[in-house]
């Protein structure tokens, strides 16, 4: 094992994936020279410009070439340079790359991975939004939120060699973090989820950039004597229900945190799949921790919209205490 960053990952995960399979090819804004987060940087050097294929700023070219590459037999991985972005291409991701094996009855798969950066960072409502619940509800789209070195590049290697679109989402405030990520071949199931830490009172199901938020939380309230259990989906869809409901039975409470708004998130799905699957077994209601239902406002008001630290910690207490269950 060796430490590495957030953005390193990702890149030896790009680098190994195009050395693996001539087909893979890479296709965005500026991402020649390293892109603006500088996660492709090097790669132009060593496979070319015909592999990492610069366009102009038409995210909806972007989407169209890849989805048409894919069917020619090909595996695009495309960036989105900010999610907020994505949203000129949901007819291509939606209605066609989807769709393309239901309709076809099989025959037709689109094999593209679709890259792209999530969440606040100080630059306002258009450029940090969190998206990912818009695409929950679409059949045929496979949704990854890595929260770690380790768990971006196995998982984005995996993407890239799934046979169906997946929508690959980086947390842009993490590309500096380091973790343990080792130096051979690996890869992770886009349809497990991770148990970051283990604990008996509450199960807090943490997505994305709230992970290691929600792990902050459960240090400080472990010196209170409350043991948390912190469950990472890491796949949002096809989404792990099994890690989830085994660690719920457990501690028969359950916290969900993502940094996207609370109301019609990806939270309120994981909430309705513990109601419906282990509700004898909850001691309490299912919380949900989010940001505010309103556009991300700069600093300092952003600090106030986020989800944080000690909105967890009020959470798990809330669970504990609002039926006296302690």
Same mark, same amino acid.
């Given at each position: 094992?060796?430490?590495?960053?957030?953005?390193?990952?990702i890149?030896?995960?790009l !680098?190994e994936?195009?050395a693996?399979?001539?087909?893979v090819?890479?296709?965005?804004?500026?991402i020649s020279p390293?892109?603006?987060?500088?996660?492709?940087?090097?790669?132009a050097g060593?496979?070319?410009?015909?592999?990492?294929?610069d366009?102009?700023?038409?995210e909806?070219?972007i989407i169209?070439a890849?989805?048409?590459?894919?069917?020619?037999g090909l595996?695009?991985v495309?960036e989105?340079?900010?999610v907020?972005?994505i949203l000129?291409?949901?007819d291509?991701i939606?209605?066609?790359?989807?769709?393309?094996?239901?309709?076809?009855?099989g025959?037709?798969?689109?094999?593209v991975?679709?890259?792209?950066?999530?969440?606040?960072?100080?630059?306002?409502?258009?450029?940090?939004?969190c998206?990912?619940?818009?695409f929950?509800?679409i059949p045929g789209?496979k949704l990854?939120m890595?929260s770690t070195p380790?768990?971006a590049k196995?998982?984005?290697? &995996?993407?890239?060699?799934?046979?169906?679109?997946?929508l690959?989402?980086?947390?842009?405030? &993490?590309y500096?973090d380091?973790?343990?990520?080792p130096?051979?071949?690996?890869a992770i199931?886009?349809s497990r989820?991770d148990?970051? !830490?283990?604990g008996?009172d509450?199960?807090?199901?943490?997505?994305?950039s709230?992970?290691k !938020?929600a792990?902050a939380a459960?240090?400080?309230l472990?010196?209170?004597?409350?043991?948390?259990?912190?469950?990472d989906p890491r796949?949002?869809?096809?989404?792990d229900?099994?890690t989830?409901?085994d660690?719920v039975?457990?501690t028969r409470?359950?916290?969900?945190v993502h940094?996207?708004?609370?109301?019609g998130?990806?939270g309120?799905e994981?909430?309705?799949?513990?109601?419906?699957?282990a509700?004898?077994?909850l001691? &309490?209601?299912?919380?949900?921790v989010?940001?505010?239902f309103t556009p991300?406002p700069r600093?300092?008001?952003?600090s106030?919209y986020?989800?944080n630290?000690?909105?967890?910690?009020?959470a798990? !207490?809330r669970?504990?205490?609002?039926?006296?269950?302690?």
């Amino acid at each position: 094992m060796r430490k590495i960053t957030y953005r390193a990952a990702i890149n030896e995960a790009l !680098r190994e994936e195009m050395a693996r399979d001539d087909k893979v090819f890479l296709i965005g804004e500026d991402i020649s020279p390293g892109g603006l987060f500088g996660v492709t940087k090097g790669l132009a050097g060593g496979f070319g410009l015909d592999r990492v294929i610069d366009t102009p700023i038409a995210e909806t070219s972007i989407i169209g070439a890849s989805i048409g590459a894919s069917l020619a037999g090909l595996r695009p991985v495309a960036e989105i340079m900010f999610v907020d972005f994505i949203l000129v291409c949901m007819d291509g991701i939606c209605n066609w790359a989807a769709k393309q094996r239901f309709t076809s009855g099989g025959k037709v798969s689109v094999p593209v991975t679709i890259r792209t950066t999530y969440g606040a960072g100080g630059a306002g409502p258009h450029h940090g939004q969190c998206l990912e619940a818009c695409f929950q509800n679409i059949p045929g789209l496979k949704l990854v939120m890595p929260s770690t070195p380790y768990d971006a590049k196995g998982l984005l290697k &995996s993407a890239v060699r799934d046979n169906d679109p997946v929508l690959f989402f980086e947390d842009k405030m &993490s590309y500096d973090d380091e973790g343990e990520v080792p130096e051979g071949e690996y890869a992770i199931p886009l349809s497990r989820a991770d148990v970051k !830490r283990t604990g008996k009172d509450v199960t807090i199901v943490a997505i994305g950039s709230m992970v290691k !938020r929600a792990l902050a939380a459960a240090e400080g309230l472990a010196g209170q004597g409350i043991e948390c259990e912190v469950i990472d989906p890491r796949t949002i869809l096809p989404l792990d229900e099994g890690t989830i409901l085994d660690s719920v039975m457990k501690t028969r409470r359950a916290v969900v945190v993502h940094e996207a708004p609370r109301r019609g998130g990806v939270g309120a799905e994981i909430a309705a799949v513990i109601a419906e699957k282990a509700f004898d077994e909850l001691e &309490s209601p299912v919380e949900r921790v989010g940001a505010l239902f309103t556009p991300i406002p700069r600093p300092p008001f952003e600090s106030i919209y986020l989800p944080n630290k000690e909105k967890i910690v009020d959470a798990v !207490r809330r669970t504990l205490y609002k039926r006296g269950s302690v």
